[in-house]
């Protein structure tokens, strides 16, 4: 099953960072918070990732780039250029990395990476900044059960982000950012058939608003359950907590 990662925004909460690089790429334990993304998927054997770059793609595209040598020991033949490797200690996953636009929204740029994913499966979909240590194949499992278009992960953090009113596991309500009330929101972790793709009208569509307040409209909208460790990195507080885990060897999702 192929991973969508959206990559491509600008970050103005954690300004400090990504005047220089994009978000996903600001290291909590030496790497970044994008790879340990990757690395949650590809521990439940996820790991063919399509990832929708934009602001500063440049540095996205450098690092994968360089991964395989960074990661290993290897020789070189200055005559030639020739590198060999002496061992491979990198992680043996497929890396798609697309440049969806600086500008696009993030409906817009899982849009833009329809013609990379194919018709017949599901597609997995997560942000490039919360890490978590949840249950990837339940999820799916999940997903494959109820037969609706769109599964999304609900947590239960603080009350900055979008909120979602449940019955039964179905979405009855999802509001972008308002006071919460039941105290469930959009956890960033998804599952979506390839019909999702149909509500999605271009660019400069937020899929948090349009793509899924009509798949909640139709009744196609779901909510898995994660009651564990969830955390996004949006401030320089949220580095700093992720980065006191992981020093403390408190790191659920690692």
């Given at each position: 099953?192929k991973?969508?990662?959206l990559?491509?925004g600008f970050g103005?909460r954690?300004s400090e ?11 909590i334990g030496?790497?970044p918070?994008?790879?340990h993304?990757?690395?949650?998927y590809?521990?439940?054997g996820y790991?063919?990732?399509y990832?929708a770059l ?19 020991d290897?020789?070189?033949d ?10 491979n ?5 497929q ?14 740029r899982?849009k833009?990476?329809?013609s990379?994913l194919?018709s017949?499966e ?5 942000y490039?900044d ?8 339940s999820l799916v ?7 609706k278009l769109v599964t999304?992960?609900?947590?239960r953090?603080?009350a ?11 979405v ?13 929101i ?9 019909e999702f793709?149909?509500?999605?009208e ?5 899929l ?11 009744g196609?909208?779901?909510a ?6 969830w955390?996004?990195?949006?401030t320089?507080?949220d580095?700093?907590f992720l980065n006191?885990?992981?020093?403390e ?6």
């Amino acid at each position: 099953m192929k991973t969508v990662l959206l990559a491509g925004g600008f970050g103005t909460r954690i300004s400090e960072y990504t005047g220089k690089i994009p978000k996903p790429m600001v290291e909590i334990g030496g790497r970044p918070i994008l790879w340990h993304i990757m690395n949650t998927y590809a521990f439940h054997g996820y790991k063919d990732f399509y990832i929708a770059l934009g602001h500063k793609a440049d540095i996205v595209k450098q690092y994968f780039a360089q991964y395989h040598n960074g990661n290993s020991d290897f020789s070189v033949d200055l005559a030639t250029g020739k590198i060999t490797s002496l061992n491979n200690s990198a992680d043996d996953w497929q890396v798609t990395l697309v440049d969806t636009g600086i500008n696009t929204m993030t409906g817009g740029r899982v849009k833009r990476m329809q013609s990379h994913l194919g018709s017949r499966e599901p597609i997995m979909l997560t942000y490039g900044d919360g890490v978590a240590d949840i249950d990837l194949n339940s999820l799916v499992d999940f997903h494959k059960s109820h037969g609706k278009l769109v599964t999304m992960t609900a947590v239960r953090p603080t009350a900055r982000f979008g909120e979602l009113q449940i019955t039964e596991n179905q979405v009855t309500s999802f509001e972008e950012k308002p006071q919460l009330a039941q105290g469930w929101i959009n956890g960033g972790y998804f599952v979506f058939q390839p019909e999702f793709f149909d509500l999605i009208e271009g660019d400069n569509t937020m899929l948090e608003r349009e793509p899924l307040e009509k798949a909640t409209e139709m009744g196609q909208l779901m909510a898995y359950k994660h009651e564990g460790f969830w955390q996004c990195m949006d401030t320089i507080r949220d580095r700093d907590f992720l980065n006191k885990c992981i020093e403390e060897g408190n790191s659920p999702w690692l």
